[in-house]
């Protein structure tokens, strides 16, 4: 009775499994157009899901249906080998050259939720293609089943120049990097590397993809690492209408609101000291580390302080209600560990609240702002700075008051709107067309017949 019981189970569980996920045919989230003729390029920036308005009784849903979207293949590598105006040659490492092969094959690496623990969670879901390959609706990531992390979730465009990746710059290569958030309990939450190489080998769509990428290496350590570093070497974000004026000498490309934002920018602001700037190109950043004083403020709880007893909270468009604080303390998750930056790295006390500069490149696109995520509009940024960021004893010595008028917060926010590159359509439509991971019954799982081999 047992045995049977087990049986029935298990077939009963993989039908759930398939029901839920594999309906592909009629819930196909992602896809390939046949033709361009039909790809809406208005979805290529924003979330789908749109909230301006939430707050009155008479808001009207205007979610974009994610069963329609489709995609269009691109060939991406032609960024790679020629970067789009404004942006210098892309670093290649000589142990892993480039190919349209091992694109491709990172490409549906990235988006797979397959590679999670459960199932339900790639790449892609933190660093959202139409959200600025970042997550717009939330300030710090969220990974699988609603497990917090520290940071936002920072903009995936230009990595390929990044000296050190993550905010506290603790790795050194795209290639090491891909597996710190799949093996991170809360991320994607995969136990170990091992695992995740024995699942891509057991699920069939993957066969003989790295062996013809890799001349006939099998997925392993270095494989999967090359493959996901190939495809996010090639999401290059230049053209802007900036780099037309600036590098390009085109003297219409932005208007006089823009170019005053520049001198203020490179000027009073002093913002290039740290969103550097080459002769011939810009990363807008120094990959140098910095202690804005944001960091020291979350640290001692400073930006908490509670002045009422109760919160309100939306429920529905319209609806509201206050909400006692220590109810909502009651049903919190742990509170999380301070953040003290580059200190995690190097241990050293000076290093404490020090963040890595992000690139200034296409920051229309990639609000909230900062390493926490804690400003929604780029003109709190401005203001922020503008403040002279947090004091304490380890502020960095270019942090310090601009005195900037109004309106030279209104030219600098010009110019920043004007870095938005113009290759950043056709890399979300490449992003549409790439298969998301649906779970089949061919596929590893604890409720199919096919299993991990556990």
Sequence with gaps: MRHSARIHFRTFAAVLVSTSFCAAVFAQTSGELDTQKDFDASHTQGPGDVKEGY?????????????????????????????????PPVPIPAGNPLTRSKIDLGRKLFFDRRLSINDTFACATCHIPEQG?????????????????????????????????????????????????????????????????????RMRDYDGLFEKAFDGAEPNILT??????????????????????????????????VKR??????????????????????????????NTGLGFLISFNKDSEETSKTTRVQLAPGVFVDVSNEKIKAVSQQKLPNDLGLYRVTENPNDRWRFRTQSLRNVELTAPYMHNGKFDTLREVIDFYDRGGIPNELLSPLIFPLNLSEQEKQDLEAFLLSLTGSTIPEIVADAFAAPIGDLSLEDPNWAHEETLGY
């Design 133 to 201: 390959l970042t997550n717009n609706e939330m300030r710090t990531a969220v990974g699988v089943e609603g497990r917090s992390v520290l940071r936002n979730s920072p903009t995936l465009y230009n990595v390929a120049y990044l000296a050190r990746l993550f905010l506290d710059g603790r790795e050194i290569s795209l290639e090491n990097q891909v597996w710190q958030p799949m093996t991170s309990h809360n991320e994607m939450a995969a136990p170990s590397i091992g695992w995740v190489i024995n699942k891509i080998r």
């Design 261 to 290: 934002g520049f001198g203020v920018f490179s000027g009073k602001g002093q913002c290039i000291v740290c969103h550097t700037m080459q002769k011939e190109h810009a990363l807008f950043t120094d990959q140098k580390f910095h």
């Design 55 to 87: 707050e009155s009784k008479d808001y009207q849903t205007r979610s974009r249906s994610l069963l329609k979207r489709r995609g269009v293949k691109k060939d991406l590598i032609r960024f790679a080998q020629n970067p789009p105006l404004g942006l």
């Design 224 to 257: 999967i690492g090359q493959a996901l570093a190939s495809y996010q070497r090639t999401l290059l974000a230049a053209d802007s209408p900036f780099d037309r004026w600036y590098f390009g000498n085109q003297t219409n490309a932005v208007d006089e609101s």
